[in-house]
């Protein structure tokens, strides 16, 4: 049967929106639809940072796994996930009706013991890492992820993963073949090479200082800060006993992230919300985020886990002929962002699941 949705349908505001029976959204009205008050309506909700192929304590998940956290998902809203990197295929679930769309960065790529063992393709040689980006490019959904920096046992602290000249290679690489590149960046000194050469987001960015931030602006670079997952660091330097410098920059770090959050704002850095789910994060937690920016100062911290963050992505909003892929909230999340964590109702292809 066809829906009338009555209410108010974020974020410009049209009211009556209509479903037809092919979970579609309809440009005019449909006899015989069935009323349902809906008093705040906004396209699906976007987790642009999670990982549906990492189970707890950052292993491999099964593929029932990974359906399960994709259902979670749907639970709290999300109906679109970019998939920052997983070691699980989850092809099998792609086209699914019943669960929200995955976008794929495939594997995420680094050197040997300089990322989480198990997790990513490690590259012994760096000058290989423009044809694995173009071979991760074919085996995604249009983004490339890469491992920026991480721990250097050797120095003791966060250090680059790749030379600038190989970067721009293997970014060149992924926008020839018609794909987008991002990177998990903690600290300083990977961010240069990779903003030069020409990278389309930054995940985290804690390091990120003002310069950087006026070439990521000048650039259009994103930045998916992932702030609940950046509270874990405190816990991340407290294990680190035998690494004191690393320690203490992964508590600066925390310490200076949502400051560095607002300065990126204040800049114009595209800002979107990403959760990190999967291994220490759980699924299902893109309110929280959402307050997190909210907190540190996005003007429009839901939409960037909704219209603007689907335009980024480019998928649609709740226009004639787009998937009925929506939220129905009791009250406007723009003015109690708290009533994102309690979703009235979540349509997937125009078919309701329990929130």
């Given at each position: 049967m066809p829906l009338n949705l009555r209410g108010t349908v974020l974020p410009d505001g049209r009211r009556d929106l209509y479903v037809d029976d092919a979970g579609r959204v309809a440009d005019a009205p449909l006899p015989g639809a069935?009323?349902?008050?809906?008093?705040?309506?906004?396209?699906?909700?976007?987790?642009?940072?999670?990982?549906?192929?990492?189970?707890?304590?950052?292993?491999?998940?099964?593929?029932?796994?990974?359906?399960?956290?994709?259902?979670?998902?749907?639970?709290?809203?999300?109906?679109?996930?970019?998939?920052?990197?997983?070691?699980?295929?989850?092809?099998?679930?792609?086209?699914?009706?019943?669960?929200?769309?995955i976008l794929r960065a495939a594997r995420h790529l680094a050197r040997p013991k300089r990322y989480i063992p198990g997790l990513a393709i490690d590259l012994d040689d760096p000058a290989l890492l423009p044809d694995a980006v173009a071979a991760q490019a074919a085996a995604g959904d249009g983004w490339v992820k890469l491992v920026g920096d991480w721990i250097d046992r050797g120095e003791g602290d966060l250090a680059p993963l790749w030379p600038d000249d190989v970067l721009k290679a293997a970014i060149d690489a992924a926008h020839a073949a018609g794909a987008r590149v991002t990177a998990h960046v903690f600290g300083t000194d990977a961010l240069p090479g990779l903003i030069g050469a020409g990278i389309d987001c930054i995940e985290h960015g804690t390091g990120l200082t003002d310069e950087l931030i006026a070439e990521m602006a000048a650039r259009g670079t994103a930045l998916v800060p992932t702030l609940i997952n950046i509270d874990t660091f405190p816990g991340i330097a407290s294990g680190a006993g035998k690494y004191p410098v690393y320690a203490e920059h992964m508590l600066e770090l925390h310490r200076t992230a949502r400051d560095t959050v607002g300065k990126a704002l204040d800049a114009g850095v595209p800002v979107f919300a990403g959760t990190d789910a999967g291994g220490g994060i759980r699924h299902g937690r893109i309110a929280d985020e959402v307050e997190a920016l909210r907190q540190a100062g996005h003007p429009d911290a839901v939409g960037a886990a909704c219209w603007s963050a689907r335009r980024w992505l480019g998928r649609p909003l709740l226009e004639p002929g787009a998937p009925a892929d929506l939220v129905v909230l009791r009250e406007d999340p723009r003015e109690n962002p708290a009533a994102l964590a309690d979703p009235a109702l979540v349509l997937l292809g125009g078919k309701a699941y329990d929130a």
């Open positions: 069935e009323v349902v008050e809906a008093p705040y309506i906004l396209p699906g909700l976007v987790d642009a940072h999670c990982h549906v192929g990492i189970a707890t304590g950052g292993k491999p998940a099964t593929l029932a796994e990974c359906e399960e956290q994709a259902i979670t998902e749907r639970g709290a809203g999300a109906l679109l996930l970019r998939d920052c990197g997983s070691p699980t295929d989850t092809t099998p679930l792609r086209g699914r009706p019943d669960l929200p769309e």
